[in-house]
C-alpha cells in the first residue's frame, strides 16, 4: 500500500477542520422594502430628472409623434426602432453596426422601467442594433406606464417571465466622474437621455 502523499494528508485535515467549525445554515430573512409608490409615473419622473433625464407623458399615438418630432427637430440623423414614431426615420434592423456611427439620435421601446431608480431595460428586439443606445448623441425610449414597477426587484421578476437573450438598463444620461472627481456627460454612452411615458 502507498502511502499518502503529506500535501494530500494536511489538505484533507484542514478541510475535515473547516468541516467541522462551519457556522449553521441560516434561512435568509424576506426582504419587505419599503411600499412603492401610490403614483409610479410620477415616482419614476422625479427620479429621471434627479440624474439627469427628461421625461415627458403623452396620452395616444398622435401625441407621441408630435412630441418626437419635437425632440428631433434640427437632427440629421435619427433612427427609430419604434413602429409608427417616424415615417422618414433609417430601418436599423438590417444595417450594418459601423454604419449607424453618423446617428444622432436613437427612438427605442423600454420594456420595463423601475420608478426608485429610473432604470430602463431594453431588450436586443427592441433595440434591434446591440450598439444604439451607446453610439448615440440622444436616447430617446418610449414606455408604457403600464410598465412601471417599483423596485429592481420587482423589473428582475417581471424580465423572469420571459428572460431575454441580451438586455441593458439603462439611467439617465451617460456619465462618470472617476477621473479627478469630475463629472464628465456622455462619456460612455449618449449625453441625453428622454423618456416618454405613453398612457
Request: with cysteine.
Amino acid at each position: 500500500m502507498v502511502p499518502e502523499e503529506p500535501e494530500v494528508s494536511a489538505r484533507n485535515e484542514i478541510l475535515a477542520a473547516i468541516r467541522a467549525n462551519r457556522p449553521p445554515h441560516v434561512v435568509l430573512p424576506e426582504l419587505a422594502g419599503p411600499p412603492p409608490p401610490d403614483d409610479l409615473p410620477a415616482a419614476f419622473a422625479v427620479q429621471l430628472e434627479a440624474i439627469g433625464g427628461t421625461c415627458l407623458r403623452v396620452s395616444g399615438r398622435s401625441e407621441l409623434r408630435d412630441v418626437v418630432e419635437q425632440l428631433v427637430e434640427g437632427r440629421d440623423q435619427v433612427v427609430s426602432a419604434v413602429r409608427g414614431v417616424r415615417a422618414d426615420t433609417r430601418e436599423v434592423a438590417d444595417t450594418d453596426s459601423h454604419e449607424l456611427a453618423d446617428v444622432q439620435v436613437a427612438i427605442l421601446a423600454g420594456r420595463v422601467a423601475v420608478a426608485e431608480n429610473a432604470a430602463v431595460w431594453l431588450d436586443e428586439d427592441a433595440m434591434q442594433q446591440r450598439v444604439l443606445p451607446v453610439i448615440v448623441e440622444s436616447l430617446i425610449v418610449v414606455v408604457s406606464e403600464d410598465d412601471i414597477v417599483g423596485t429592481m426587484h420587482d423589473a428582475y421578476t417581471e424580465l423572469a417571465r420571459d428572460v431575454p437573450r441580451y438586455g441593458q438598463f439603462i439611467a439617465g444620461p451617460s456619465k462618470t466622474a472617476d477621473i479627478e472627481q469630475s463629472l464628465v456627460i456622455g462619456a460612455h454612452g449618449a449625453k441625453e437621455m428622454t423618456v416618454i411615458l405613453t398612457s
